[in-house]
C-alpha cells in the first residue's frame, strides 16, 4: 500500500453514492490498494460505478449476512476512486482503489441490491498544538521500532509513513497495517478529531510491542532449550567414552540390573522364590534390550522388587485409642465397633499382625465403606480400596499370565504395591454384584484370597510365585447376602448393618452430615441452624431409607439455595465475600471484614418470618449481608418441594377383608396393607400388586390354610369356595415385591373376608406362614418395628423364634409397642380376630 496524492480542489465527491459491504476489514482514507469483489450485485455496482465517475462507497458489516442490506452496515465508511478493473474468470473482479475521505450514511435510498444511501462527509477535527506534534513524533517513533523488529513490513511501508505529513493520515495509515481487530478498527475509523486518534492508536501500537517482547521471550528459551539438549548430548557421550576407558558400565541395562539385584538382594528370599529370581536376573543380564522380551522380564522383575516382602512389625497401639477413633468417625455401628476391638484385643495378647475377613451386609448409604477408612485410621495402617461390582474377569483378581501382552498382576497385588505394606486394610466393595463370565468367575477367584488357610501362600497368574496376603484385613461390603455364593460366605464373619432410625439418623446428621455439606457447599459452620425438629422432618418425610445418602443430598440441596441467596444478596448490596474456612468450617472475624457483633437475619425473614438480631447495630448487616440462616419446616418444603412421605399419613385395614402387615424394603420398614375380596364365579385365586414368586407361593399357602380353617373351626360351607372367586391385592401395584414374610398377613385378610369381620385396631403382623399352620421366622424386625411405630401401630405380632432380636432394637422404637411372639396361626387369630 502507499500514501494517495491529496484529492484536487476542484473534485467534487457526489452526496449520492453505490455502497459496497466489507466482510474483512475497514479500509481507511489516504490508501492505494487492491479489493477482490465476488458478489455478482457488487460486481454489477462496480461496473456502474466505473461507467460514471468510478466512485464508491466503502463500509464494513456490522453483522455478517447472505444478502446484506444498509441496515446490516455501520454507519461510517470511506469514499474511494476505482483506478483499475481487472475482470477474473470466475466472473469476480479485481479493482485497485485510492481511497479520499470519510463519510457517514444519512439516508437509505436503496437499502439492498444495490446499497445506495445519501452521504455527508466527515472532516478531520484538527488540533494544531504541541501535543498533537509530540503524538506524531511518538507514533513514528515507536512504529520505527516495531518495523525494524518485524520482517512483515516491508521498506515501501516504512517510507511511506515517513512521508505522509498530515497527522491524522499517520494515524490512518498505522491503524490499516497494525494487527488490530477490526471492530478497533471501525472504532478508530469513526473517531473524527485527530488527537484522540492517534491516541487510540499509540494505545494499539504499545499493545503490538508487547506482543513482539513476548514473542522474543519465547523464541530466546526456545532456542536455549535446543542448545542445551545438544550440549547434554555432546557430554553424555563424553561421559560413556571415559567410562569405557575406565571399564564403567555405560549403558540403561547394566544399571537397572544392579537396581534389580541390590533391591532383591536385602529380601533374603529362600527356595523357589530365590530360585526363580535368580533366573529372570540372569536371564535380564544376557537380554538384547531390543529384544521383545526385555521389557516383559523387566517389568517382572520390577514387580516383584516393589513388592512388600519383609515380614511386618507388629507395632504397640493403646485400645482405647481406637476405640476412641472408631466413635469419632461414625455414629452407632455398635457390632463393627465391637469386632473391631476384639480383633485388636486379639492382636495385642497374640503379639502377631495376621489379618481378618470382616463382611459388612446393609442397605446402601449405612456406611460400610467410610467404615473401612475409619478402621485403617484407628489400627493405624495404610487403606487400599478396590470395587468388584460388575467384574466378569478373574484376571483382575488374580492377575494375567506373563505370555500374554500388556499382562498386569491382580488387585491385590496391585494395592499392595501402592501401599507398600504387607499388613494393609483391603476394602473390596460390592461382592454381592460380580459377574460370570467366559473369561472366568470371579467369585472363585476370591476363594484363595478370602480363605485363611489358603492365603498364607497365594499365587497370582502374573507373579507365579507364593506371596503371603494373610496380613492383610480384609474388609468385604455387600447390599444383600442372596447372590454371594455360600462358599465364598462361608469363609468370611458376617456383621450386619441394618439401618439407621429417625433419632440415629438425627445424631449422624448433626455431628457428620451438616458441617460436611455446609463446608462442601462454602457455608460457615456457625452460619446455619438446624432444629432437632427441622432435621427430624427432613430424615422422616425425604429421606426414610435405612442409610443417609438421600439425607445428605437433601442438605446439599438446601445450602446450595441457601449459598446462592447469599451471593445474590451479598452482590445486591455491593459485596462479595469469599471466605477462607479451616477444617471446622469457621472463619476469623479479620477475614470476614466485620465485626463479632454483626446483625443476623434468619433466612425466614426474606419471607416476610421473624427477624433475628443482636443488640448492636453493624453497618454491614445493613448494607444485605445475610449472616445466619434459621432452618424451619416452611423452608425445607420451599427448598425440598413437598414431603415424599407426609406426615400424619397412617395406613389402616378397618374394614373386613383387610390386614397390616410389615415389610423390609432398601428403604427400610414400611407397612403392608393386603386386601381380600370374593365375587361369585369360578372357584379360584387371583393375586395382585406386582407379587414376586416367593410371595406367590405364601399366597397360595394363606389360601389353603384360611380354607381349611373356613371350613372346619368357623363353620363355611365347602360349596362356597366352589361358587366364589378370591383376590388377593397389595397396593401400591407398581412396586415389586417379594418374601415369605407376608404369609399370616394373607391368611389373616382371607379369614377377615370370609368372616366378615374387621381386624383388631392398631394391629399390625409379620411372619412366614407353612402349611400346617406354623409361624416361622423372619428378617428385618428392627426395620419394620421402626415402620409400625411410625404408622402409630400399638401391637406387633411377631414369630416366637424372633424374640431374640428383640434384645437389637433400641428402647426408644419399642416405646409404647407390644409384641406378640406365636407360633402357630391360630395364636394370630386370636390376637387378630378374636371370637
Request: net charge neutral; charged share 30%.
Amino acid at each position: 500500500m502507499s500514501e494517495q496524492s491529496v484529492v484536487p480542489i476542484d473534485q467534487i465527491l457526489p452526496h449520492k453514492l453505490p455502497l459496497v459491504a466489507l466482510m474483512g476489514r475497514p479500509i481507511f482514507p489516504g490508501i492505494f490498494t487492491p479489493i477482490m469483489i465476488g458478489n455478482p450485485m457488487d460486481v454489477k455496482v462496480i461496473d456502474e460505478a466505473v461507467a460514471r465517475d468510478g466512485l464508491i462507497g466503502l463500509v464494513m458489516l456490522a453483522s455478517e449476512s447472505e444478502s446484506p442490506t444498509i441496515m446490516d452496515l455501520y454507519k461510517v465508511g470511506t469514499v474511494a476512486k476505482i483506478v483499475k478493473k481487472i475482470n477474473l474468470p470466475d466472473g469476480g473482479v479485481n479493482i485497485f482503489i485510492s481511497t479520499l475521505k470519510r463519510f457517514r450514511i444519512k439516508k437509505a435510498l436503496n437499502p439492498a441490491n444495490p446499497i445506495v444511501g445519501a452521504v455527508e462527509y466527515l472532516d478531520d477535527e484538527e488540533d494544531d498544538t504541541s501535543e498533537v506534534k509530540a503524538l506524531t513524533r511518538a507514533l513514528i517513533s515507536e512504529m520505527k521500532q516495531i518495523s525494524e523488529n518485524n520482517p512483515l513490513f516491508s521498506e515501501e511501508m516504512r517510507l511511506n509513513m515517513i512521508n505522509i505529513d498530515h497527522p491524522g493520515k499517520i494515524a490512518d495509515f498505522i491503524a490499516s497495517i497494525l494487527n488490530i481487530d477490526k471492530g478497533e478498527q471501525q472504532k478508530i475509523l469513526e473517531v473524527l478529531n485527530v488527537r484522540k486518534r492517534m491516541e487510540q492508536v499509540l494505545v494499539f501500537i504499545k499493545k503490538e510491542q508487547e506482543l513482539l517482547r513476548i514473542q522474543k521471550r519465547i523464541q530466546k528459551e526456545i532456542n536455549e532449550k535446543i542448545e542445551k539438549s545438544q550440549r547434554d548430548y555432546f557430554l553424555k557421550e563424553e561421559l560413556k567414552a571415559i567410562k569405557t576407558e575406565l571399564g564403567m558400565t555405560t549403558d540403561a541395562k547394566s544399571s537397572e540390573y544392579q537396581r534389580f539385584k541390590d533391591k532383591l538382594d536385602t529380601f533374603k528370599f529362600e527356595g523357589e522364590i530365590k530360585e526363580v529370581v535368580e533366573q529372570e536376573l540372569e536371564k535380564f543380564n544376557l537380554m538384547d534390550p531390543n529384544s521383545g522380551e526385555f521389557i516383559i522380564t523387566r517389568n517382572y522383575l520390577d514387580t516383584i522388587a516393589n513388592l512388600p516382602w519383609n515380614e511386618p512389625v507388629p507395632e504397640p497401639f493403646d485400645l482405647t485409642v481406637a476405640r476412641g477413633i472408631l466413635e469419632n468417625d461414625h455414629y452407632g455401628l455398635k457390632d463393627v465397633k465391637s469386632r473391631i476391638v476384639e480383633y485388636l484385643a486379639v492382636r495385642k495378647l497374640k503379639r502377631d499382625s495376621k489379618g481378618s475377613i470382616v463382611c459388612l451386609v446393609g442397605p446402601p448409604g449405612v456406611g460400610k465403606t467410610s467404615v473401612g477408612k475409619s478402621v485403617a485410621h484407628a489400627l493405624g495402617k495404610e487403606f487400599f480400596r478396590f470395587s468388584v461390582g460388575g467384574m466378569r474377569d478373574e484376571a483382575e483378581i488374580k492377575g494375567h499370565r506373563r505370555t500374554y501382552i500388556g499382562a498386569m498382576p491382580g488387585k491385590i497385588l496391585q494395592g499392595l504395591k501402592i501401599v507398600k505394606t504387607k499388613d494393609p486394610v483391603f476394602m473390596i466393595d460390592e461382592i454381592d454384584k460380580m459377574g460370570v463370565s467366559f473369561q472366568g468367575d470371579p467369585a472363585s477367584a476370591l476363594l484363595e484370597v478370602l480363605d485363611p488357610e489358603q492365603n498364607n501362600s497365594f499365587r497370582d497368574h502374573y507373579l507365579d510365585l507364593p506371596f503371603d496376603i494373610s496380613y492383610i484385613f480384609f474388609i468385604v461390603t455387600a447390599n444383600t447376602l442372596d447372590t454371594i455364593p455360600h462358599p465364598l460366605l462361608d469363609r468370611m464373619e458376617i456383621i450386619q448393618l441394618p439401618g439407621y432410625i429417625d433419632t440415629e439418623k438425627l445424631e449422624i446428621a448433626k455431628r457428620y452430615l451438616v458441617p460436611k455439606s455446609l463446608t462442601k457447599n462454602g457455608l460457615r459452620k456457625n452460619q446455619v441452624k438446624y432444629t432437632r425438629e427441622s432435621l427430624l422432618y427432613i430424615a422422616n418425610g425425604y429421606a426414610r431409607e435405612a442409610g443417609v445418602r438421600n439425607f445428605e443430598k437433601n442438605l446439599d440441596k438446601i445450602h446450595r439455595k441457601l449459598a446462592k441467596q447469599l451471593v445474590e444478596t451479598e452482590e445486591a448490596a455491593g459485596k462479595v465475600h469469599t471466605h477462607k474456612q479451616d477444617k471446622a468450617g469457621n472463619i476469623s472475624a479479620e477475614e470476614k471484614g466485620i465485626p463479632e457483633n454483626t446483625q443476623t437475619i434468619s433466612l425466614a425473614a426474606s419471607e416476610g418470618a421473624a427477624l433475628e438480631k443482636r443488640p448492636e447495630k453493624n453497618p454491614a448487616a445493613e448494607n444485605g449481608m445475610v449472616e445466619k440462616f434459621v432452618i424451619d419446616k416452611k423452608l425445607i418444603e420451599k427448598y425440598l418441594g413437598k414431603p415424599l412421605f407426609p406426615e400424619g399419613e397412617i395406613k389402616k385395614a378397618d374394614r373386613p377383608g383387610m390386614s397390616m402387615g410389615l415389610a423390609w424394603t432398601s428403604m427400610g420398614g414400611d407397612t403392608l396393607v393386603i386386601e381380600a375380596t370374593a365375587v361369585p364365579g369360578k372357584e379360584g385365586l387371583t393375586l395382585t400388586g406386582k407379587m414376586g414368586d416367593t410371595m406367590k407361593e405364601s399366597g397360595a399357602i394363606a389360601m389353603t390354610v384360611a380354607r381349611k380353617l373356613g371350613i372346619e373351626q368357623y363353620g363355611i360351607d365347602a360349596a362356597w369356595f366352589e361358587k366364589n372367586h378370591i383376590h388377593l391385592h397389595i397396593p401400591e401395584g407398581a412396586t415389586p415385591k417379594d418374601g415369605p414374610s407376608a404369609g399370616i398377613t394373607m391368611a389373616t385378610a382371607l379369614l377377615s373376608m370370609l368372616r366378615n369381620k374387621t381386624i383388631t385396631a392398631k394391629l399390625v403382623m409379620t411372619g412366614e406362614l407353612s402349611l400346617t399352620g406354623q409361624v416361622l421366622p423372619i428378617g428385618g424386625l428392627k426395620e419394620k418395628t421402626i415402620a409400625a411405630q411410625r404408622n402409630k401401630a400399638r401391637h406387633i405380632i411377631i414369630p416366637k423364634q424372633n424374640l431374640r432380636d428383640l434384645d437389637d432394637i433400641p428402647d426408644i422404637v419399642k416405646k409404647g409397642i407390644e409384641f406378640h411372639p406365636v407360633e402357630r396361626f391360630e395364636d394370630v387369630l386370636a390376637l387378630a380376630l378374636p371370637d
